[in-house]
């Protein structure tokens, strides 16, 4: 069981971020702290860190956060396709491959999108992310569902600024739609999902629903968000501390639930999806479950270990059975500094 107290907010810090980044973006892995340039980088992670910069300087208006953001929007922008889809895969030659595996990078990209709409650190911004999003708009229903929920994100930052569209507004309500229809055919009493294993980034569902249901004033979206997100908690906290589901096997309905390794992007959605009820509900017990979501980056976890590194600010890639991973690539820095930026923007707010 982990050891149980109060842990600090740390300073939102960029350091981590920057040595990951190089003029083309940022780079999908690390050894240690030193960037894998075999690995070259992904469109996924390139739009992460566009939101975590976006909120960034929102927050603390540090030229270092926009000369960043500069650089993810180039590549985000740079991976579309004539038709409004995405590639997501680059080699360090900045190459992409002739054909990849199926992908959530667009949904990613227009979530970014709308963040950066939503949080303009100039007006010029604007532009330049509703021209994409309109071109792919047309798209975001034929995603797979959590291509989807990101979209329906990415569609609330941009309403924010264009209140009066109504194709984002449809586009919205029939994502919102297609997800919960997904729900209904499968979900039972004591399996509220829309498949029969619970595997990857699983908050981001009712995140959506929660994010269209405040976005579009639909009471449906939120009671249903609520069901799931309760469902959710019920998976993944025990004992008083979050215990993620382990991709190293996932958790099959009827089957036992992976313990490791446990990932700091499931945190990172979790910390999004109780945000988002809080706003939804103005219910306190979805922050106390905020702030454990939080403190389980900083030890309260199953072997009561940090996965931030005070050192260098960047965090671990996993949560395993023998500890952390000492690596600290993009996707669980990335997914520490939004968690920590969502807390902290509650707090300056």
């Known amino acids: 069981m982990a050891k149980k107290s109060n842990y600090p907010i740390p300073k939102p810090s960029l350091d981590h971020l920057k040595r990951l980044?190089?003029?083309?973006?940022?780079?999908?892995?690390?050894?240690?702290?030193?960037?894998?340039?075999?690995?070259?980088?992904?469109?996924?992670d390139n739009a992460r860190a566009l939101i975590a910069a976006a909120k960034y300087y929102s927050l603390y208006k540090e030229p270092e956060a926009l000369k960043l953001l500069d650089k993810y929007?180039?590549?985000?922008?740079?991976?579309?396709?004539?038709?409004?889809?995405?590639?997501?895969?680059?080699?360090?030659?900045?190459?992409?491959?002739?054909?990849?595996?199926?992908?959530?990078?667009f949904g990613r990209v227009i979530w970014a999108l709308g963040t950066l709409i939503a949080d303009r650190p100039a007006e010029f911004y604007v532009q330049i992310a509703k021209e994409r999003?309109?071109?792919?708009?047309?798209l975001i229903e034929?995603?797979?569902?959590?291509?989807?929920?990101?979209?329906?994100?990415?569609?609330?930052?941009?309403?924010?600024?264009?209140?009066?569209?109504?194709?984002?507004?449809?586009?919205?309500?029939?994502?919102?739609?297609?997800?919960?229809?997904?729900?209904?055919?499968?979900?039972?009493?004591d399996w509220i999902w829309f498949e029969d294993i619970l595997t990857y980034?699983?908050?981001?569902?009712?995140?959506?629903?929660?994010?269209?249901?405040?976005?579009?004033?639909?009471?449906?979206?939120?009671?249903?968000?609520?069901?799931?997100?309760?469902?959710?908690?019920?998976?993944?906290?025990?004992?008083?501390?979050?215990?993620?589901?382990?991709?190293?096997?996932?958790?099959?309905?009827?089957?036992?639930?992976?313990?490791?390794?446990?990932?700091?992007?499931?945190?990172?959605?979790?910390?999004?999806?109780?945000?988002?009820?809080?706003?939804?509900?103005?219910e306190n017990r979805y922050l106390t479950m905020r702030q454990k979501a939080f403190n389980w980056f900083m030890g309260e976890n199953d072997l009561g270990i940090a996965l931030y590194d005070s050192n260098t600010k960047g965090c671990s890639d996993g949560l395993g059975a023998q500890g952390v991973s000492l690596n600290q690539g993009a996707e669980s820095t990335i997914s520490f500094l939004i968690g920590l930026l969502t807390i902290c923007s509650n707090r300056l707010s």
């Open 133 to 138: 999003i309109d071109t792919a708009m047309s």
């Open 21 to 44: 980044t190089d003029d083309t973006g940022i780079f999908q892995h690390a050894k240690f702290t030193i960037p894998l340039r075999s690995e070259g980088y992904t469109t996924d």
């Open 201 to 282: 980034d699983i908050s981001m569902l009712p995140y959506a629903l929660f994010t269209a249901g405040v976005s579009l004033k639909e009471k449906r979206y939120i009671k249903f968000a609520e069901k799931i997100c309760d469902f959710v908690i019920s998976q993944t906290y025990r004992d008083d501390h979050y215990s993620f589901i382990g991709c190293n096997g996932w958790f099959p309905r009827g089957g036992t639930k992976a313990k490791y390794d446990q990932q700091p992007i499931e945190a990172m959605g979790t910390i999004l999806m109780l945000d988002a009820a809080y706003k939804a509900t103005k």
């Open 73 to 105: 929007l180039a590549f985000v922008l740079h991976a579309f396709n004539e038709n409004g889809s995405v590639k997501n895969l680059m080699n360090f030659e900045r190459l992409w491959p002739p054909a990849e595996a199926a992908h959530d990078a």
């Open 142 to 189: 034929k995603q797979y569902t959590r291509g989807i929920a990101s979209s329906i994100i990415g569609l609330a930052g941009y309403l924010k600024k264009f209140p009066e569209a109504d194709d984002a507004k449809s586009c919205m309500e029939n994502g919102a739609n297609l997800i919960i229809s997904k729900f209904e055919k499968n979900m039972q009493p």
